[in-house]
C-alpha cells in the first residue's frame, strides 16, 4: 500500500473520532429537578428540562444550570434597630425555589446577593417601626411581613420565597440582663401565687370534707332515728294484733260458752245467776251510776239470805 494511502487513511480515521468527541461531548442529559438555560449566538434560545438533549456545537452553549429544589439561605447576623433606639443583632434564614431558570438567569446579577440585601433592608424597615418588647413578642408577624416583601420582590427574578425565620435576636448585654432579672421576678411571683393557691386549695378541700364528714353523721343519725320510729310502730302494731287476738279469744270463748249454755236449756235461776257475774264485772268498772234490774234485785236479796245461812251453819 502506498504511503499516500496509508496517511490519508489515519486522517479519515482521526476525523471520524474527532467527530464522534465532538458529538458525544455536545450531548447533555438533564437531570430531575435542574434545568439548563442555553444561548444560541450569544442570544437565549431554550430552557432544558428534563431528558436527553444535543447541543449544535460552537453556536449553542449553557449558559447556566439551575436547581429547582428548594433552598436555604442562611444570612449572617444584621444590626438593626428599634424604634425605641434599641440596636440588636438579628440574623435570618430564607427558604426559597427558582421558578423561572431564564428571569433567574437574566433577572438580576448574584442573586444570592441581591436577596440577602435586600432581607437586611426589609428587616431593619420593619423592625425600626417596633419597640423592643413588641419586636421581641412579634416573630411570627415579622416572619409573614419579610416572606410577602421578599416574596414580591424576587418575583421578577424569578424566585418564589416560600418562608423566612428570624432564627436568633440578640438585644445588647445590659439588655438581656434586665430582661433575665425580670424574668426571675416573674418566676418567683409565679411561684407564690401557685404556692397561695395550693393552700387555699387545701383549705377548700379540708372545709369540704368537714362539711361530708357532717352531713354522712346527720344522715346517719337521721336513718337512726327513723329506724328507732319504725321499730317503735312496728312493735305497737304487734301490740295491738295481740290485744285484739285476746279480744278476739275472749269474744270466741264467751260465745263458745254462750253455745253450750243454750245447748243444755238453762232455766231462768241459771240465767240469772249469769246476769248476776256479768252485772258483778260491769260494777268493777269505771262507772259512777249503775242501774240494777228488779230481777237482779231480788235475786242478789237471795244470793245475800243463802250466804247468811252458810255462815250460821258454818258457826
Given at each position: 500500500?502506498?504511503?499516500?494511502?496509508?496517511?490519508?487513511?489515519?486522517?479519515?480515521?482521526?476525523?471520524?473520532?474527532?467527530?464522534?468527541?465532538?458529538?458525544?461531548?455536545?450531548?447533555?442529559?438533564?437531570?430531575?429537578?435542574?434545568?439548563?438555560?442555553?444561548?444560541?449566538?450569544?442570544?437565549?434560545?431554550?430552557?432544558?428540562?428534563?431528558?436527553?438533549?444535543?447541543?449544535?456545537?460552537?453556536?449553542?452553549?449553557?449558559?447556566?444550570?439551575?436547581?429547582?429544589?428548594?433552598?436555604?439561605?442562611?444570612?449572617?447576623?444584621?444590626?438593626?434597630?428599634?424604634?425605641?433606639?434599641?440596636?440588636?443583632?438579628?440574623?435570618?434564614?430564607?427558604?426559597?425555589?427558582?421558578?423561572?431558570?431564564?428571569?433567574?438567569?437574566?433577572?438580576?446579577?448574584?442573586?444570592?446577593?441581591?436577596?440577602?440585601?435586600?432581607?437586611?433592608?426589609?428587616?431593619?424597615?420593619?423592625?425600626?417601626?417596633?419597640?423592643?418588647?413588641?419586636?421581641?413578642?412579634?416573630?411570627?408577624?415579622?416572619?409573614?411581613?419579610?416572606?410577602?416583601?421578599?416574596?414580591?420582590?424576587?418575583?421578577?427574578?424569578?424566585?418564589?420565597?416560600?418562608?423566612?425565620?428570624?432564627?436568633?435576636?440578640?438585644?445588647?448585654?445590659?439588655?438581656?440582663?434586665?430582661?433575665?432579672?425580670?424574668?426571675?421576678a416573674e418566676r418567683e411571683r409565679r411561684e407564690s401565687i401557685?404556692?397561695?393557691?395550693?393552700?387555699?386549695?387545701?383549705?377548700?378541700?379540708?372545709?369540704?370534707?368537714?362539711?361530708?364528714?357532717?352531713?354522712?353523721?346527720?344522715?346517719?343519725?337521721?336513718?337512726?332515728?327513723?329506724?328507732?320510729?319504725?321499730?317503735?310502730?312496728?312493735?305497737?302494731?304487734?301490740?295491738?294484733?295481740?290485744?285484739?287476738?285476746?279480744?278476739?279469744?275472749?269474744?270466741?270463748?264467751?260465745?263458745?260458752?254462750?253455745?253450750?249454755?243454750?245447748?243444755?236449756?238453762?232455766?231462768?235461776?241459771?240465767?240469772?245467776?249469769?246476769?248476776?257475774?256479768?252485772?258483778?264485772?260491769?260494777?268493777?268498772?269505771?262507772?259512777?251510776?249503775?242501774?240494777?234490774?228488779?230481777?237482779?234485785?231480788?235475786?242478789?236479796?237471795?244470793?245475800?239470805?243463802?250466804?247468811?245461812?252458810?255462815?250460821?251453819?258454818?258457826?
Amino acid at each position: 500500500m502506498p504511503i499516500a494511502s496509508i496517511f490519508n487513511y489515519i486522517g479519515v480515521i482521526v476525523l471520524v473520532v474527532l467527530v464522534l468527541i465532538l458529538v458525544v461531548s455536545n450531548i447533555h442529559v438533564v437531570q430531575q429537578s435542574r434545568a439548563y438555560v442555553v444561548e444560541r449566538l450569544g442570544a437565549y434560545s431554550a430552557t432544558w428540562n428534563v431528558g436527553l438533549h444535543l447541543k449544535i456545537p460552537f453556536i449553542e452553549r449553557v449558559v447556566k444550570k439551575v436547581s429547582l429544589k428548594e433552598q436555604v439561605a442562611d444570612f449572617d447576623p444584621q444590626p438593626v434597630i428599634t424604634k425605641d433606639n434599641v440596636t440588636m443583632q438579628i440574623d435570618t434564614v430564607i427558604y426559597f425555589q427558582i421558578t423561572d431558570p431564564k428571569l433567574y438567569t437574566y433577572g438580576v446579577e448574584h442573586p444570592m446577593n441581591a436577596i440577602e440585601n435586600l432581607t437586611a433592608t426589609t428587616l431593619r424597615n420593619i423592625i425600626g417601626e417596633m419597640e423592643l418588647d413588641q419586636s421581641l413578642t412579634s416573630r411570627d408577624v415579622i416572619n409573614a411581613k419579610m416572606r410577602s416583601i421578599l416574596d414580591e420582590a424576587t418575583d421578577p427574578w424569578g424566585i418564589k420565597v416560600n418562608r423566612v425565620e428570624l432564627k436568633n435576636i440578640l438585644p445588647p448585654k445590659e439588655i438581656q440582663n434586665a430582661m433575665e432579672k425580670q424574668m426571675k421576678a416573674e418566676r418567683e411571683r409565679r411561684e407564690s401565687i401557685l404556692q397561695a393557691e395550693g393552700q387555699k386549695q387545701s383549705q377548700i378541700l379540708v372545709a369540704e370534707g368537714e362539711k361530708q364528714s357532717t352531713i354522712l353523721k346527720a344522715d346517719a343519725e337521721k336513718q337512726a332515728a327513723i329506724l328507732h320510729a319504725e321499730a317503735e310502730r312496728q312493735a305497737a302494731v304487734l301490740r295491738a294484733e295481740g290485744e285484739a287476738e285476746a279480744i278476739m279469744k275472749v269474744q270466741t270463748a264467751l260465745a263458745d260458752s254462750i253455745k253450750l249454755l243454750n245447748n243444755a236449756n238453762p232455766n231462768d235461776q241459771v240465767v240469772k245467776l249469769k246476769a248476776l257475774e256479768s252485772f258483778e264485772k260491769a260494777a268493777d268498772g269505771q262507772a259512777t251510776k249503775i242501774i240494777v234490774p228488779s230481777e237482779i234485785q231480788s235475786l242478789a236479796g237471795l244470793a245475800a239470805s243463802f250466804k247468811g245461812l252458810l255462815e250460821d251453819e258454818k258457826k
